[in-house]
């Protein structure tokens, strides 16, 4: 079993739709949880932490439900800029300890 | 310097060539970690470092991959008698606690 697990899409989507992603994680002493993107094999890069509280930046929405061991990204009002490979990424939360990835989501936006 | 500088962007090797792969990260950024993406799978933990010495080489092939982070010169990691299948990007990451900084990886292909 993965430890990180994501439906890989392609989502494809019109502009203004609302796309949700969901992510499952097997190990249970994980304490970090990200949403990286990466773009057309370019570095990944942060889009958002994900606290059990859930949280928003913007149109996204990032929740975290510890007891299912499973995260959900949500992104309202699709942009064509947000095309792009999205990775469930998970984490000791231990200085030094290596980042998990999902094989990521891949959304394609269009007009 | 505030960006993980890996070199060189691209590496062309034949088959059982040697392929060797730098990575400079942060300035203050105690751990370096490095990552192999082939296609369109997920990031592959291979080593990290604190400072020069390993942190975990769970990830890291038995055969012909090697790295080390010496002081005050560039980490590196080595591939001895390259194969079709080391055909990947490899990022480099570095982390003081727990942010990580990516590089923009180095594309090697193998023919």
């Known amino acids: 079993r993965k430890e990180v697990e994501q439906d890989p899409g392609p989502f494809n989507v019109p502009e203004g739709a609302t796309v949700a992603f969901n992510c499952t994680y097997s190990?249970?002493?994980?304490?970090?949880f990200f949403w990286y993107r990466q773009d057309c094999r370019k570095e990944p890069k942060l889009l958002m932490s994900?606290?059990?509280s859930g949280n928003e930046d913007g149109r996204f929405t990032a929740q975290l439900n510890r007891a299912s061991q499973y995260i959900s990204l949500l992104i309202r009002d699709s942009k064509l800029s947000d095309s792009a490979t999205y990775l469930c990424v998970v984490n000791l939360n231990q200085a030094g300890t290596a980042l998990i990835f999902g094989k990521g989501t891949t959304l394609s936006v269009s007009s | 310097g505030e960006e993980v500088a890996q070199t060189p962007k691209h590496l062309v090797r034949g088959e059982g060539q040697k392929a060797k792969l730098y990575c400079a990260p942060i300035k203050g950024h105690s751990y370096v970690f490095w990552y192999q993406q082939v296609l369109k799978n997920e990031f592959k933990f291979l080593i990290s470092f604190q400072n020069e010495n390993v942190f975990d080489e769970t990830g890291m092939p038995k055969e012909r991959f090697s790295a080390k982070c010496l002081p005050n010169s560039p980490c590196s990691l080595e591939i001895q008698a390259t194969k079709l299948e080391d055909s990947a990007v490899y990022f480099c990451?570095?982390?003081?606690?727990?942010?990580?900084?990516f590089g923009s990886g180095t594309r090697l292909t193998v023919v």
């Open positions: 994900v606290y059990s």
């Open positions: 990451a570095s982390s003081q606690s727990h942010g990580y900084t």
């Open positions: 190990n249970s002493a994980s304490q970090s």
